[in-house]
């Protein structure tokens, strides 16, 4: 069984523009389409398409428009009512492919829901299953949440991947070891203070950062997606890479869940590390194919590159 918590959820709004984008000036779009979203719900609707057992449990009233599009896709979930009103997350999305996101704060959690929420997380997961906590922390969350979190639901027996970016995953690598990280490359330099751009150049270069992430703060694994560099993996067995999957990029909304949702229906499966990144690449890169926010089912993936295993540096 896989939980993912989503504690800042967005309704994820495609604004299709039939024009190039002109600051300052007048666009004419499409009509705009809503799909439900957030790091941790878009994780939950992969592997639910890919027929993996997944609940999501976010904070939402009850009359949200985000439930009811989860009722549409059958999703199991765990609302716990709050106050404030989810947040509109905007895709801008050019006439020759360009993307423009506008991701928005998010409303406050006071003390009481969060504690809500904490609770409903930690009732929902049993021992031996994967927790996914992902996704930015919404306004009266404390920035080590997913660090206190981690610790809690790993004391009671679980397995936890995190997700995130900025002050909430640098306190969970120093407060915290989950077993699973997926940084892209950016939030990998930011924690090791490294250059980006060399981490993508490099697939040696890249394992290795990876691995240090690993020795420096106890993490179990590290999937680190590369955009279309491809993707690496990291774990006590040693190190692979995954070269991209050709496709023609449409948006890459949701490639990085994608590709942590693909990771583990391989994982649920019984599959080999090497097998595990390769089905990361292929549904992140099937993400990446698709418009908008749209995610892949399993009808969508690309066949998988040739994974190849990589030498320490
Ligand atoms: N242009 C692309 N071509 C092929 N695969 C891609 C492309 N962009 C993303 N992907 C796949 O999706 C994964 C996740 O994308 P990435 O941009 O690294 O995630 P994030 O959204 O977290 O930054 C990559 O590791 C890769 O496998
Ligand atoms: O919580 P954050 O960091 O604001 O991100 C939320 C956004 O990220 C997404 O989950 C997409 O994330 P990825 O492109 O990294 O897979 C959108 O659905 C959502 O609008």
């Known amino acids: 069984m896989i939980v993912t918590v989503t504690a800042n959820p967005a309704i994820d709004r495609l604004v299709g523009l039939l024009e190039p984008l002109e600051r300052g000036g007048v666009v004419r779009s499409e009509a705009a389409h809503d799909d439900p979203g957030g790091k941790g719900i878009n994780v939950a609707r992969v592997l639910h398409a890919a027929g993996v057992p997944v609940t999501a449990v976010l904070p939402a009233a009850a009359d949200e428009p985000l439930l009811s599009a989860l009722d549409a896709l059958g999703l199991d979930y765990r609302a716990v009512p709050v106050s404030g009103r989810l947040r509109v ?71 936890v991947a995190v997700d995130t970016s900025g002050a909430a995953l640098g306190l969970t690598v120093e407060q915290s070891s989950p077993d699973l990280m997926k940084p892209n490359s950016d939030e990998l330099a930011e924690l090791l203070d490294c250059d980006p751009d060399e981490i993508e150049r490099d697939p040696r270069h890249a394992a290795d950062r990876a691995h240090e992430l690993r020795d420096k703060h106890g993490v179990g694994a590290v999937l680190l997606t590369l955009g279309g560099a491809g993707a690496v993996l990291a774990t006590d067995e040693g190190s692979w890479f995954c070269p991209p999957a050709p496709i023609s990029v449409r948006s890459t909304v949701g490639a990085g869940d994608s590709s942590l949702a693909g990771y583990l229906v391989a994982h649920a499966a019984g599959a080999s590390p090497a097998e595990c990144l390769a089905s990361a690449a292929v549904h992140g890169a099937a993400a990446a194919a698709l418009p908008g926010s749209a995610l892949p089912t399993p009808t969508d993936l690309p066949a998988a590159p040739h994974v190849e295993a990589v030498d320490p540096a």
């Open 89 to 159: 997350n905007l895709t801008l999305a050019e006439p020759e492919g360009t993307t423009t996101k506008v991701n928005s704060p998010g409303p406050r959690l006071d003390e009481s829901e969060l504690t809500a929420l904490t609770d409903a997380l930690v009732g929902a997961v049993s021992a031996g299953d994967w927790a996914v906590l992902s996704g930015s922390l919404p306004p009266g969350v404390p920035f080590d949440w997913y660090a206190t979190t981690t610790r809690r639901l790993q004391e009671a027996g679980a397995r």
